[in-house]
């Protein structure tokens, strides 16, 4: 394959992977890796480089209209990055230690359990009767928002904050070690452990995870995983698509092609764990 | 004292503007550059691949086969920044991931520097924290 095509064709699975993952919401990362080690056949830590640069720049992206909104809860997020950050550290260092079939085994559980995330996803919009807990309180997490669907200001208190930061320190290593944003992890921790209205958990969540990604970044591209020729293309594509499927997601909502890609990245887990044990299903373009 | 809080951040003004439209901002402009110098260094790149004339070829093979030892293009701030100047398409492109990586430090930065003003010191003590692990992880990786 030549020099250009090869950029090509990363480029497009970029915009493709960056589509798919902004209607999903689950973020570029998780998809853009599998794409790249299955079907371009790349070394998974330039998957892993590339996916990362791509994560700061779509969150980092949506989180800037999120916080103009006031719909992030900045104080919640900072308080949950002492751990994502922590979390983070510690797993690209890691990374160093781990052999590369370990990497893929480990990314196959995560979309597993992003799969099963997915799937779950019925949300309510109302938390009524929660009472912050003391930390909470103390550090005045609690906040509202305005819903622009309903029309109303929605007063949130805010509890389950230690658990919480437990949760978002193992979100941060699994961001670390794979590349990710882990939005997967931050969205059901904030929503079912601090009770907050899924709206805020996903706009922190989007707030939190370029600070992650960032701490994460910065170890691999010390470590050398963040390939310039692979990363351009796929920063790029990611946050084009990831633009384009934001606009197009408003009419997709069905729940049926929701289903289908649950099976999907069904099938996209079982490929990442069977190449952990060394089988490829030998499809794919090969380039070189 | 569980007064509600409408505005989670503070009520605080950074430079006479909102705190938060000062971050949204921020984080815009941060995306917007390292794009667009990403995007530079893509077309060098591109131009590398093609040019026969004084450039040499870029062995893209190469560059995309991972092994131990020292990877084939810059590693460090310093090293990234000599290479952007000389104009390398590898040096620029990660120039931009550089740019990237520092806009949430900044971002950050900014919300201490916020925090500070307001005199939550518990929060600004907290995002203190927070950048520590983040400057922490440039050493210990050994970018800067």
């Known amino acids: ?288 | 004292m569980n007064v509600p809080n409408t505005q989670p951040t503070g009520r605080g003004k950074i430079f006479g503007k909102e705190l938060e439209i000062v971050i949204s901002t921020l984080l815009r402009a941060g995306v917007l550059l390292s794009m667009a110098i990403i995007a530079v260094g893509l077309a060098l790149l591109v131009r590398s691949t093609s040019v026969s004339g004084t450039g040499e070829r870029l062995d893209m093979a190469g560059l995309l086969s991972y092994g131990p030892g020292a990877p084939p293009f810059p590693a460090t701030i310093p090293a990234v920044l000599r290479g952007a100047v000389a104009l390398d398409p590898l040096a620029v492109i990660l120039l931009g991931a550089a740019v990237l990586v520092l806009t949430p430090v900044l971002r950050v930065a900014v919300s201490l520097a916020a925090f500070v003003l307001e005199r939550d010191y518990i929060f600004a003590a907290i995002t203190l924290f927070v950048l520590m692990v983040m400057a922490l992880s440039l050493v210990v990786g050994g970018a800067a």
Request: avoid cysteine; aromatic fraction near 8%; proline fraction near 2%.
């Open chain 1, 1 to 288: 394959m030549s020099d250009t095509l090869f950029l090509l064709a990363t480029f497009l699975s970029a915009v493709a992977a960056g589509i798919v993952g902004s209607i999903l919401g689950l973020g570029g990362g998780i998809i853009i890796v599998p794409v790249l080690t299955l079907f371009l056949k790349l070394d998974i830590h330039y998957a892993m480089g590339a996916s990362i640069v791509s994560v700061i720049a779509t969150s980092s992206g949506a989180a800037a209209a999120y916080v103009r909104e006031r719909l992030s809860n900045i104080r919640v997020g900072m308080f949950l990055e002492m751990a994502t950050t922590s979390g983070a550290l510690t797993g690209a260092l890691v990374v160093a230690y781990l052999a590369s079939n370990v990497l893929f085994l480990v990314f196959g559980l995560v979309l597993l359990y992003s799969a099963a995330m997915m799937y779950r996803r019925r949300h309510g919009e109302t938390v009524a009767g929660v009472d912050s807990d003391r930390l909470a309180r103390r550090l005045r997490l609690n906040g509202s928002y305005h819903d622009a669907r309903s029309g109303e200001t929605v007063s949130y208190n805010v509890t389950g904050t230690a658990p919480s930061l437990g949760l978002m320190y193992v979100a941060g290593v699994f961001s670390g070690i794979l590349g990710i944003g882990s939005g997967v992890m931050k969205v059901p921790a904030m929503d079912l452990a601090m009770r907050l209205p899924i709206k805020v958990s996903t706009s922190t969540s989007n707030f939190m995870i370029g600070v992650t990604a960032a701490t994460t970044a910065a170890v691999f591209l010390a470590r050398g995983y963040i390939n310039p020729v692979v990363a351009a293309p796929v920063a790029l594509g990611v946050l084009l698509g990831s633009f384009v499927g934001s606009r197009i997601m408003p009419r997709m909502s069905s729940g049926l092609i929701r289903k289908v890609f649950v099976v999907i990245v069904l099938l996209v887990a079982v490929q990442m764990i069977l190449k952990a044990f060394g089988i490829s299903l030998g499809q794919g373009a090969d380039l070189k």
